[in-house]
């Protein structure tokens, strides 16, 4: 599962670096993608294991997490480097990558990879209950 987090991170960290220099964009650049991607990955998941599982006394702690990675870390980068935010426009972004790197990374924390394997011989038959 390790492994298969830091692939999925390396992936969608790479993403936003290129992304960042293709863009052009005034709040968009690899120092902000890389701060606010590093508490992503130390953050995400466990914000999304206390959502899914409800267990609603970490539910403010989850929140503080998701908003120090969607928006916390974007206004302190921004505010240091002294440079225009666009947080109208940045924070839904953000947000939806945020949880879905908590949702791939809850579900393969708790998927078992056999049970993702198709049988190719029952896959698309009836059967019948028994």
Not at 45 to 51: I, K, L, N
Not at 64 to 87: I, K, P, Q, S
Not at 109 to 127: M, Q, V, Y
Request: glycine share 6%.
């Amino acid at each position: 599962m390790e492994h298969a987090k830091a692939a999925t991170f390396a992936i969608g960290l790479a993403w936003l670096i290129w992304g960042s220099s293709y863009y052009q964009l005034c709040d968009w650049d690899v120092g902000v993608s890389l701060a606010m991607a590093l508490v992503t990955f130390l953050t995400a998941e466990w914000s999304v294991t206390a959502m899914m599982r409800l267990q609603w006394r970490l539910w403010p702690i989850a929140a503080f997490w998701t908003w120090l990675a969607v928006d916390g870390v974007y206004v302190a980068w921004h505010t240091l480097a002294g440079n225009e935010m666009l947080r109208a426009d940045q924070w839904a972004t953000s947000l939806c990558l945020y949880l879905l790197c908590g949702f791939i990374w809850y579900g393969l924390r708790h998927t078992n990879p056999a049970s993702l394997s198709l049988d190719c011989a029952t896959f698309g038959t009836r059967r019948s209950c028994r």
